[in-house]
């Protein structure tokens, strides 16, 4: 039994799972270049907001090998250019603009090309490095939220895979197996790709967690019948007063669970916080293809030219959210003057950046 990983640093190479083909295969794939990279987030052979980060940070680092330039000027311009072109390529989750800030930042503190090379490999693998140990820490405090041989519904992957190791949302159940601590988890499937599904039910089983697959229209019913305890999930993108943005039906849990009068948790590392936005009416939200909606594995389910609106996210009122579970604390409303209060730290890098 182990925690499977998404994304690989071999050998100055990055590798990752390619997503698309779990559960049937399990494929590592080398990518290269900067378009590579583009085509493997906007398919989705890697997702979750924090793997989407650290993919294009290592990505854009990779790509920056190859410039020709001596002239920084030159060397940072192209940098951008490149920087804008990967964080088009998914628009919800904000951990993906993050991540190659980051980097652009890092390679703005020098004027020579051979050192930005270096350090831009450098910041990538810290941001890596530094999501393990957030989602560690979400994992250790969400665990003291949630008691022992109690039932828990998800939906998505915010699990491993997701992100460096052990997720957001599923880090309590694969460190509670470390822990003998057990968790019956309910996985909605997740349509219309099937993140639950093929993934998170794929993810708890190769670490041996209890996990039971359901349609997302049997969430109502199986809080009631099967007598859930607490909802928890990931996010995208989470506004200055809360507001959360994670994956479409997200929203349709938050209700039900303020219905049913249960906890609803969001985990998310503060890599996920949007501070520059007051609430969620702010966030991007990315819509797909018809072609993901009226056919599965390539085979028609609803005539050829039905129309369809396909949303990828929902946003899910703060007033749904019991607490959100960061890598430095849990936050309890209100939420506008204590999201501030816990994340001060990155605002005042944030504005550090701007300055610049
Ligand atoms: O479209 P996806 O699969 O990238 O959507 C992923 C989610 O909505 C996750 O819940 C979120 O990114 C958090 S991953 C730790």
Redesign the pocket.
């Known amino acids: 039994m182990s925690i499977p990983l998404s994304i690989k640093w071999d050998d100055k190479q990055l590798v990752i799972l390619d997503q698309q083909k779990l559960p049937h295969e399990i494929v590592y794939t080398k990518l290269e270049a900067l378009k590579d990279v583009y085509e493997a987030i906007i398919t989705?052979k890697v997702?979750?907001?924090?793997?989407?980060g650290i993919t294009a940070a290592y990505g854009l680092a990779i790509e920056a090998q190859s410039y020709k330039t001596n002239l920084m000027i030159d060397f940072l311009e192209r940098l951008k250019k490149d920087a804008t072109y990967l964080g088009e390529s998914?628009p919800?989750?904000v951990?993906l603009v993050w991540a190659l800030n980051r980097l652009l930042n890092v390679a703005s503190q020098t004027d020579n090309v051979l050192t930005a090379k270096q350090l831009l490999v450098e910041e990538a693998k810290r941001i890596h490095q530094e999501d393990e140990e957030s989602?560690r820490n979400i994992g250790e405090f969400a665990l003291a939220l949630l008691e022992n041989n109690t039932k828990v519904m998800t939906?998505?992957?915010?699990?491993s895979i997701?992100?460096a190791k052990y997720?957001?949302?599923l880090a309590p159940f694969h460190l509670g197996k470390e822990r003998g601590k057990e968790f019956e988890v309910f996985a909605c499937e997740t349509r219309p790709?099937f993140?639950g599904g093929r993934?998170t039910v794929w993810e708890l089983q190769q670490s041996g967690v209890d996990v039971t697959l359901i349609t997302d229209s049997m969430a109502a019913h199986t809080i009631g019948a099967k007598g859930i305890d607490a909802i928890i999930?990931?996010?995208?993108r989470i506004a200055k007063n809360g507001d959360t943005a994670?994956?479409i039906g997200?929203l349709n849990l938050a209700i039900l669970a303020s219905v049913y009068g249960i906890p609803f948790y969001v985990?998310?590392p503060s890599s996920?916080f949007d501070l520059s936005i007051n609430n969620g009416e702010e966030i991007p939200i990315?819509e797909r293809s018809a072609e993901e909606i009226i056919s599965i594995n390539g085979k028609a389910i609803a005539p050829v030219n039905t129309k369809v609106f396909n949303p990828?996210?929902d946003v899910t009122s703060s007033k749904y959210i019991t607490a959100i579970i960061t890598e430095k604390g849990i936050i309890y409303p209100n939420y506008m003057e204590n999201i501030s209060a816990q994340l001060v730290d990155s605002i005042e890098k944030e504005k550090d950046y701007e300055n610049k």
């Open positions: 989705l997702r979750g907001a924090p793997a989407i998914r919800t989750a951990n989602c939906i998505c992957n915010a699990g997701a992100t997720g957001t949302a790709v993140q993934l999930v990931g996010a995208d994670n994956k997200t985990a998310a996920t990315e990828a996210f």
